[in-house]
């Protein structure tokens, strides 16, 4: 990898990785769909991004490109109606991701990122699009942030071709209490919090809107 400073509040970075996962005991061994002649996965990653900051780096933006060379991916199958990992062969991804992050002021912050992902096959749990727009706000004792995220032509089926769309939309709140010199906090998250229904894995339907309080407490 390579990055380059040409002027104030840019900066250009390139980079070129090589990584691979051997396939897992469960995948190789364990209940259906094991298949003890699975291939390793191995990939080539190309990335180039261009970052440019502005108003006292108050506004922060970046632009991604990037593609990625691949082999062997492991995928759920099925052979004869029987489910089975298979190995898919070659793919290749290419795609752009784009980055704003706005301080408004000092307690309050917004950021927003669009990627966009075109596969040469279909790709379990691949989306096409990803949309994320999130704020936090913070003063004196309180922090709140809320997020929408939006995930369009996800595969959930590659046999089928089914493909998955939907939109979450989740919040947090926190109180910081005066214990353990500032470091605890009473919270309130929500997840979903319009009941969405969507499914990751098809047959798996993800819950609907979900609720959790509790303390945090930092050493």
Request: no cysteine; hydrophobic share 40%; aromatic share 12%.
């Amino acid at each position: 990898g390579a990055s380059l400073r040409p002027f104030e509040g840019n900066v250009i970075k390139a980079l070129i990785s090589k990584g691979y996962r051997s396939p897992t005991i469960r995948e190789m061994f364990m209940f259906p769909p094991q298949n003890a002649d699975l291939l390793p996965e191995s990939m080539i990653n190309f990335e180039f991004s261009i970052g440019q900051s502005f108003l006292d780096s108050d506004l922060v933006t970046e632009l991604n490109l990037f593609f990625i060379d691949g082999w062997n991916m492991i995928e759920q199958g099925r052979i004869n109606g029987i489910p089975k990992n298979l190995n898919t062969g070659y793919f290749d991804n290419r795609g752009v991701e784009l980055q704003v992050s706005y301080r408004i002021k000092p307690e309050l912050r917004t950021d927003v990122n669009y990627s966009y992902l075109k596969t040469s096959k279909p790709i379990l749990a691949a989306p096409e699009h990803k949309l994320f727009v999130g704020a936090i706000y913070s003063h004196d004792r309180i922090t709140f942030n809320a997020d929408m995220q939006y995930v369009g032509g996800m595969y959930t089926n590659t046999s089928t071709g089914s493909r998955e769309y939907f939109t979450l939309l989740n919040a947090r709140i926190a109180y910081r209490l005066d214990v353990l010199g500032g470091k605890t906090r009473l919270f309130v998250n929500g997840d979903n919090i319009t009941g969405t229904a969507y499914t990751i894995n098809e047959g798996f339907p993800m819950p609907g809107a979900t609720f959790l309080a509790g303390i945090d407490i930092n050493f």
